[in-house]
């Protein structure tokens, strides 16, 4: 299946202010609108991460819309577009934007039904930590979770800021002493992106997402081959898992017959049409 | 804020205008996003310069190049660089600027570069921000070989391999991947290389005989976190020439590693953009205000 740039989607873009933020937010309709708006609201990555994702977002946008849906994305408070809050980005903060945009799309789209609620990375350990957020949604698409905060932070932060050769650094620490040195501190600026200590405490702590409780519910867990035990770890479960390969960094594409694009092509056939056949089909189909 | 969207019969995209909170501006700080980024910028930074051009009186342009982000490719034989002079165009003749300057990041600063040679009357200041030397270290300087990605590692490979000789083990290819990225630096060529591919000998000749008019100034920031530069004397000398090659006279160079160590780099990067842009400014005869100090404070 290749993603159909379509000519058949509409795209606006805009600021919306939703309680105390700005949140910056992307709508793509289809013009032929059906009968019966369905809602796909799409959940970004954060830091770094939400940069590289914004292109394959927008793709899969696309390609939900012209398969009838009205896809919704956003970037939450102090991340990607949207305006800063006065304060840091928080589990607490990110849950506010995500209820605001729920309650955004009910009133912007009165009739519409909240169909598929696809979280991204940090934005599903969001969900893990309050399952209540996917509330009102008929199906849930977890792609690619961070299975380890604690492990993900030390790696994209406290390591990368030792290597960038940063002030803390400069002080000769260890990464075990940096992150003992973090704890004391009220503000935390690591890697280019700024902390709440409490935020971070929270995210070296956690440990990995096995006892979420979201596999009664009707979601689908996409995550990269390179993770493939994590099927024979949760084989006795009921959740539904899906191995693809995600290559969320993808370059400027427009030749797609490009022998050196092959490979991308089909990573991202591969999630998008796994992605469409969950949110269109009946939602049964078992691991 | 300000959503500005441009789209013509080859391309769309979106950006997002910065005005000055104290309305009119006579400069625009347009910014170029790195391959496979958004207008977004590495690490937030560009909205983050963006803020901060904005509240010293620079309106700041960052917008998704083609191919990236939200942008949308309706041809596949895009002249990007021409599509992306297009869309400054657009809004430098919307809101009436009478100075534009490019800021560019790694590849972006390439982009950059190529515009102000073929737009040399437009812009009055280039600031490339950690350009990348040569295109190969685009995946090489992302990550260790390790942890490239197969299919970009089979072709990092047969780089190594036409350097090196046969690789037999993945230990063997990732020192011959360091290898080899070092052997880069010495390279006489670097984005010339990068133009060459679409451009004949005589066109390259003629390039190389362009001359930015005088204002043109240009200005290099260079973070040795980043292993394009692994010496930075040997990458500053490497920079300086080939710069001098495609016509701009003394670059400043900006090295982020003697700089006072309680900044975080992007605001000792942000504080020379926007110190950089006052100068150049102030050069063609307007005045110039002062840098807010507290607002480097990110």
């Known amino acids: 299946m290749k993603p159909n740039h379509l000519s058949a989607t509409s795209e606006t873009f805009h600021f919306e ?132 905060l604690s492990h993900f932070f030390k790696w994209n932060f406290v390591e990368r800021e030792i290597i960038n050769s940063n002030a803390y650094s400069n002080a000769g620490l260890s990464e075990t002493q940096l992150i003992g040195e973090l704890q004391t501190q009220s503000e935390i600026s690591l890697n280019g992106f700024e902390f709440d200590v409490s935020f971070v405490r929270t995210l070296l702590g956690s440990k990995a997402v096995w006892n979420c409780d979201l596999q009664e519910k009707n979601c689908l867990y996409i995550f990269d081959e390179g993770y493939y035990r994590i099927k024979d770890k949760w084989k006795d479960t009921q959740r539904k898992i899906e191995m693809v390969i995600i290559s969320m960094r993808l370059a400027s594409r427009t030749n797609w017959d490009s022998e050196d694009l092959k490979h991308d092509k089909v990573f991202l056939e591969d999630l998008f049409s796994t992605i469409l056949n969950y949110a269109t089909g009946d939602g049964d189909r078992g691991v | 804020m300000e959503i500005v969207v441009f789209k013509n019969d080859e391309w769309s995209t979106v950006g997002v205008l910065h005005p000055p909170k104290d309305g009119s501006c006579n400069s625009v700080l347009v910014m170029l996003h790195a391959g496979a980024s ?68 790694c590849v972006g600063a390439l982009r950059s570069l190529e ?50 000789g046969n690789i037999k083990s993945m230990t063997t290819l990732a020192s011959a991947c360091w290898s080899l990225f070092r052997s880069m630096l010495s390279f006489p060529i670097s984005f010339v290389r990068y133009q060459s591919k679409k451009r004949s000998g005589n066109d390259e000749k003629q390039l190389r005989n362009i001359r930015m008019p005088s204002l043109n100034k240009v200005m290099v920031i260079v973070n040795p976190s980043r292993t394009h530069y692994e010496n930075m004397e040997q990458g500053e000398v490497f920079l300086k020439e080939r710069l001098e090659d495609l016509g701009f ?6 090295q982020l590693n003697k700089k006072v160590l309680s900044l975080d780099w992007q605001t000792i990067a942000f504080g020379d953009t926007i110190r950089f842009i006052f100068e150049c400014v102030e050069k063609k005869g307007y005045s110039v205000p002062e840098i807010k100090e507290d607002s480097l404070c990110l």
């Not at chain 1, 840091?88 to 169909?115: G, Q, R, V």
Request: charged share 20%; net charge positive.
């Open chain 1, 17 to 148: 202010k939703l309680g105390e933020s700005i949140l910056y937010i992307s709508t793509f309709t289809p013009f032929d609108q059906p009968s019966k708006t369905q809602v796909v609201l799409i959940c970004d990555a954060l830091w770094d991460e939400q940069d590289r994702t914004l292109l394959v977002n927008t793709k899969l946008s696309r390609l939900l819309a012209s398969h009838g849906y009205t896809v919704i994305r956003f970037d939450y408070s102090g991340s990607g577009n949207s305006g800063f809050s006065n304060g840091y980005i928080t589990f607490e903060t990110m849950a506010t934007d995500l209820n605001n945009m729920k309650a955004w799309c009910a009133s912007s789209f009165p009739k519409a039904e909240l169909h598929t609620l696809i979280c991204e990375r940090v934005s599903c350990n969001l969900v893990f930590t309050q399952p209540t957020l996917t509330s009102g949604f008929r199906k849930t698409i977890f792609v690619h979770p961070i299975l380890n």
């Open chain 2, 115 to 164: 515009i102000t040679r073929r737009y040399p009357e437009r812009i009055a200041g280039v600031i490339l921000w950690h350009i990348v030397p040569i295109l190969h270290n685009l995946y090489l300087a992302e990550r260790p070989p390790h942890k490239l990605p197969i299919q970009r590692l089979k072709r990092v490979m047969s780089e190594v391999i036409r350097f090196k």
């Open chain 2, 38 to 105: 958004s207008k977004t910028g590495h690490k937030s930074s560009f909205v983050k310069l963006a803020r901060l051009a904005s509240e010293n009186g620079i309106c700041a342009f960052r917008f998704d190049l083609p191919g990236d982000g939200e942008s949308q490719i309706f041809i596949n034989t895009l002249d990007r660089v021409k599509a992306i002079s297009d869309a400054i165009n657009y809004v430098v003749s919307k809101y009436k600027y009478r100075n534009v300057f490019l800021m560019g990041h």
């Open chain 2, 249 to 254: 006279d003394g670059p400043e160079f900006v």
